[in-house]
């Protein structure tokens, strides 16, 4: 058998694993569960010249229930991190604040979120998830950027529409994006699915947002081909540091990270906690079929 289909093999299998064992592999993307250990470990990454953004594990809530118990999270996280006074923003997800069933109380929700994070200083960004929730989220976007400079949204150049997106929020105003490839499996006749038209969407997004004034710029990726690509065209295009950050996953591409901060570039990492750690791993380990590879190790080691 290839490694490819082993490794679909497994990833079939994934479910049926314990849970115990999907925790050992996927500990390294997750704070944990608690809050304060996100706290933690934002404050590790600070003393080492990162800057974070926290995100509460979860999406697809399909009650109010879930939904205050999420806003509830948040507001704590906002309070916690300017208690105590970490560099970190939070970065949420509206199907978690109830967008696929009540789009009003969504709205709501992340209002009062981000009117929290104006208060305590802090910078809240809306996750951009699968294309059939795409226009919904820039809509709430743009309405919360008429009233708040402290919010930004993703966009993913994985989609054919992203490039009519961005010009588009550049021409209605101050925008702050962090881009990032999509994480989501979307049809072809909307997206791109070839790798080489994904990067080549993903250097044309960053040129088309540095050039039209965005006023901040997350680029959002681990691929050394698309670092080298940006870190290119920001010195080319002379971009101030207060324009730009890299932004990568927690426990991913350490050693990128590291190189990139030593020369002085602007860096946030997503620190994901939470209960609901479990569905988030899984779409991890799905998402890059390599440390799968991990599991088969662990299975048969003691650590
Ligand atoms: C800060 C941040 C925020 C994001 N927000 C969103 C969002 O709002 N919406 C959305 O759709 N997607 C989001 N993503 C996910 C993103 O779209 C990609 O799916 C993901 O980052 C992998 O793409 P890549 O650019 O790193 O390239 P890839 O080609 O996938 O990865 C490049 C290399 O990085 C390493 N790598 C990448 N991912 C992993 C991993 N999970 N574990 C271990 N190694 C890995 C591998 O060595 C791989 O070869 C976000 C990503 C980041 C970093």
């Known amino acids: 058998m290839s490694a490819s289909l082993f490794h679909h093999a497994l990833i079939g299998a994934m479910p049926y694993l314990p849970r115990s064992l ?13 809050l304060h250990d996100a706290c933690r470990r934002v404050q590790e990454l600070n003393e080492s010249k990162c800057t974070a953004t ?5 999406e697809d809530s399909t009650s109010e229930e879930q939904v205050r118990a999420a806003v509830e999270t948040y507001l704590t996280a906002i309070r ?12 949420v997800k509206l199907s978690e604040l109830g967008l696929r069933f009540d789009v009003a109380g969504c709205k709501e929700a992340i209002h009062a979120l981000v009117t929290c994070a104006a208060d305590h200083g802090s910078f809240l960004r809306i996750d951009m998830e699968d294309s059939s929730v795409t226009t ?14 402290n ?15 961005v010009a588009e929020l550049l021409h209605e105003g101050p925008t702050n994006v962090r881009i990032c490839k999509g994480i989501y499996v979307e049809p072809k006749d909307i997206a791109f699915t070839d790798a080489d038209e994904i990067r080549s969407s ?3 997004l960053l040129e088309q947002l540095l050039d039209g004034g965005a006023t901040r710029v997350g680029i959002a990726t681990h691929d050394p081909a698309l670092v080298a690509y940006a870190e290119d065209m920001i010195e080319k295009m002379g971009v101030d540091k207060d324009r730009y950050e890299f932004q990568m996953l927690l426990g991913v ?3 990128l990270r590291r190189k990139l901060v030593a020369k002085g570039h602007p860096l946030r990492v997503y620190v994901p906690f939470g209960e609901l750690w479990y569905a988030y791993s899984m779409r991890r380990l799905r998402e890059n079929p390599n440390i799968v590879g991990h599991i088969v190790g662990n299975l048969f080691s003691r650590s």
């Open 22 to 34: 999907i925790w050992r592999v996927s500990r390294r993307y997750i704070a944990g569960t608690h």
């Open 54 to 58: 926290i995100d509460v594990l979860g």
């Open 80 to 91: 916690d991190i300017d208690t105590h006074s970490l560099d970190c923003g939070v970065s």
């Open 136 to 149: 919904v989220t820039l809509e709430i976007y743009r309405e919360l950027r008429q009233q708040f400079d």
């Open 151 to 165: 919010v930004g949204i993703v966009i993913q150049s994985c989609l054919r529409r992203s490039e009519q997106d």
């Open 202 to 204: 993903f250097n044309n």
């Open 253 to 255: 591409a350490g050693t």
